[in-house]
């Protein structure tokens, strides 16, 4: 399965962390698209998605405190081979694909790096040697009104603050980017990290994006690079978007990895 780039972009403009969900099943229909999807949507061998039931106690922690995960029937949960170097990149690109696809679907979303019961995920998978799940996130129905926690994390509504691109990035000057670096940079501003801590760094050449991390210091227990490949799939959607496919070549730490665009 490709990235479905129209879909996905207008999914990753509209897509929020929600917490609190609606005690509704999710339709035959839907489970069997979404499903489809975690199943094809594997452009890496070492990282996978399985959408499954689930139950309340998957989710705990410090993440009750602000913000509990309340009516969630559904969990997908991200799987990555960790004898893959840079296997949490590829559990972040592929994860927010689906993630995206839940999102299109009209389903609510969050991802969980860290405050999940991982002995509980697992048993929801068949759970391969070398393999562990490296986030999870819950989906259904969201709720209409945000409850009190989600309005108190997005700033009552002000939801999507990001940094400005100007500390983001280097490299070529904006007045040279091409209009598909442009475009894919402002989709890259959007993605979700933890605590919304926005780790990416962006060298910008003429035909290319270079992806970093601001330090090698993952705070909060989560992956830098898990964030960073989300940002990942951001990138490449918009480019698809702009008519311009192209390749990751993946790099050592600090580096990420390079998308290098071929219109």
């Known amino acids: 399965m490709e990235i479905l780039s129209q879909r996905w972009h207008e999914a990753l403009l509209k897509r929020r962390s929600r917490r609190l969900y609606e005690a509704r099943l999710i339709s035959a229909e839907v489970s069997e698209r979404l499903t489809v999807a975690c199943n094809e949507f594997r452009p890496f061998d070492t990282a996978r998605a399985v959408f499954t039931e689930c139950s309340?106690?998957?989710?705990?922690?410090?993440?009750?405190?602000?913000?509990?995960?309340?009516?969630?029937?559904?969990?997908?949960?991200?799987?990555?081979?960790?004898?893959?170097p840079h296997?949490?990149?590829?559990?972040?690109?592929?994860?927010?694909?689906?993630?995206?696809?839940?999102?299109?679907?009209?389903?609510?979303?969050?991802?969980?790096?860290k405050s999940f019961d991982h002995a509980i995920a697992s048993s929801f998978a068949t759970i391969r040697e070398h393999e562990q799940v490296f986030a999870v996130t819950p989906v259904g129905y969201?709720?209409?009104?945000?409850?009190?926690?989600?309005?108190?994390?997005?700033?009552?509504?002000?939801?999507?603050?990001?940094?400005?691109?100007?500390?983001?990035?280097?490299?070529?000057?904006?007045?040279e980017w091409p209009e598909w670096i442009k475009a894919s940079l402002l989709a890259a501003r959007v993605a979700p990290s933890a605590v919304n801590r926005q780790p990416w760094r962006f060298l910008v050449e003429s035909d290319s994006i270079t992806v970093s991390v601001d330090n090698l210091n993952d705070s909060y227990g989560i992956s830098k690079r898990l964030d960073c490949g989300i940002a990942m799939l951001h990138i490449e959607t918009a480019a698809r978007v702009?008519?311009?496919?192209g390749k990751w070549e993946f790099l050592d730490p600090p580096g990420v990895a390079r998308f290098i665009g071929r219109s």
């Open 56 to 84: 309340e106690k998957v989710f705990k922690g410090i993440i009750g405190a602000y913000g509990k995960i309340r009516g969630a029937q559904f969990l997908i949960a991200f799987i990555g081979d960790t004898s893959d």
């Open 142 to 175: 969201a709720a209409a009104e945000a409850s009190f926690e989600e309005k108190l994390l997005t700033g009552f509504g002000q939801t999507h603050k990001r940094e400005s691109l100007t500390g983001m990035v280097s490299g070529l000057q904006e007045t």
């Open 242 to 245: 702009c008519k311009v496919g």
């Open 87 to 113: 296997v949490k990149e590829k559990v972040g690109y592929t994860g927010e694909g689906i993630i995206l696809e839940a999102t299109a679907l009209e389903l609510g979303t969050c991802w969980v790096g």
